[in-house]
């Protein structure tokens, strides 16, 4: 396609130029193993901590959240081993990793500063969860995962008039409908 | 009087090379040679004009003991391709002719 010539006129340089700017759009790195992970970890901690909450008498049901810490390690092993593999990084991988994360630190400091002052901020963390969520599916085109946005800011509306031992079961429902199903989704579509 | 093109951008392989790495982040090689179509010599070479003049930042890497070449657009580089973007509508543009 690209001779070595040193000089061509100015519409083959345009014609150049575009050429190259279609040919790296739609270029994203694979998110579905993040979804489908977090979306199975934070629905099982939240359903195991409401059924602590309402079928059993132990006094330390938050304790279910530690399942988390080795989500995190899989998922920073698993981004630094497809930063290794991928060809290609976009500036879109690299914002949309960047929501996530701050998303991420947002969410952190919420659940330890909850703790701190004794409040629970679930509502609040399922309309956090939309934004990244929304984010994602309207960058990467991908409609299951618009719809969980809206799952989890409808999901975050309602919880703010339930009682706290709901949010955990609403959480749940959440996170499947808007991390779980769409992550499966975008695997099935990746293959 | 037209704004002068830079000789170094204004060549199909480089200009196609700078023009793909402007629109990511970073890319490899093998990404480069597949979306521009050049063989892997021309673009070498290419590749190592553009490093020299500071356009674009190389590093190698390996995965799964193959060698890997990861090219990024510096800021040097990022000027510069705008620098020539905007002369070549000069170009395009006669009634910006001065």
Redesign the interface.
Known sequence: ????????D?????A??S???K??QG?MQESAFYFILWGSVIALANLAHYCLLVYSSYSHPYMVWLITIPAWLASMLYGRKQS????????L??IITVVWLSFGISIFLLIILGQVINTHFNPVIMLMAAIPTFISGFTIKEKSLTFGAVLFWLAGSIAFFTDTTVHYLIAAVATIGGFLIPGIILAKKRK | MFKDLDPLLHAQLRLAIMSLLMNVESAEFTFIKEKTGATSGNLSVQITKLKDADYINVTKRFHNNYPQTICKVTETGKKAFIKYVNALESYLRPGDKD
């Open positions: 396609m690209h001779s070595n010539q040193e000089s061509f100015q519409k083959e340089s345009l150049v130029i050429g190259m700017i040919q790296t270029l290794r593999e991928a060809l290609v990084t976009t500036h991988d690299k």
